[in-house]
């Protein structure tokens, strides 16, 4: 059983265009989170919503909008892809403070 | 600015080694570490501390915290080369349970 799951995997797509990633967790956390892992492998905190509410939100572009329908689903929207947006982003969920992540996406942005 | 700092950054050693992979931090409002193993996907849970001093363990790795100096040790004996990873760190703070990660160590075993 998928316990975090996104969707794509890889996403390939041209500069300026908007893009959404998918993640769901079938945990029955109430806490989910977006990561950014760049090309040297540093993982960083974007947002985390708590049962569909943003609770953290990283000095990040607002070219990225989080949005949560339930606290099962955190998806991720990003507007006007840049080159420098191309990095591995995961989503993770947790009850407490072990985090559980995702398979991660590829975004290359050419 | 919450921080979190690994040592080494990269490790080559052979099969059968004992590494110890070093982490440092300054946040606040500390909850807990945590180490993740992170093979070619995701990270994957290692191990939790919260109270300094009290070892944690499972099979060949253990793992420490010393809450008054402000680090952990994560130890591996006999390694193999399944035990090639990067190995992060990451400082549990606040109540939203934010993490903020190391740049990780990386961890080469040779035959």
């Known amino acids: 059983d998928t316990a975090v799951s996104q969707t794509p995997k890889y996403l390939v797509t041209q500069m300026g265009n908007d893009k959404s990633i998918k993640c769901e967790q079938n945990?029955?956390?109430?806490?989910m989170y977006w990561y950014k892992q760049d090309s040297k492998k540093f993982l960083k905190i974007m947002f985390s919503?708590?049962?569909?509410?943003?609770?953290i939100n990283e000095t990040v572009p607002n070219r990225f909008s989080p949005k949560s329908p339930d606290k099962a689903h955190l998806n991720l929207h990003i507007n006007s892809l840049e080159l420098g947006d191309s990095a591995v982003y995961f989503c993770?969920?947790?009850?407490?403070?072990?985090?559980?992540f995702g398979p991660g996406t590829r975004l290359t942005v050419l | 600015e919450d921080k979190v700092v690994q040592s080494p950054l990269s490790l080559v050693v052979h099969e059968g080694d004992t590494v110890t992979l070093n982490c440092s931090y300054e946040?606040?409002?500390?909850?807990?570490l945590l180490w993740y193993k992170q093979e070619k996907k995701a990270p994957t849970f290692l191990f939790m501390l919260?109270?300094?001093?009290i070892e944690k363990k499972s099979g060949r790795l253990s793992s420490i915290l010393d809450k008054k100096e402000l680090f952990s040790i994560l130890n591996i004996t006999a390694t193999q080369t399944g035990d090639s990873a990067i190995y992060l760190c990451?400082?549990?703070?606040?109540?939203?349970?934010?993490?903020?990660f190391g740049t990780g160590t990386r961890l080469q075993v040779t035959l």
């Open positions: 993770a969920s947790s009850h407490l403070d072990e985090q559980f």
């Open positions: 945990l029955g956390h109430d806490t």
């Open positions: 946040v606040t409002n500390f909850r807990s």
């Open positions: 919260t109270s300094s001093g």
């Open positions: 919503y708590n049962n569909k509410e943003l609770i």
């Open positions: 990451a400082a549990t703070t606040g109540t939203a349970s934010k993490l903020t």
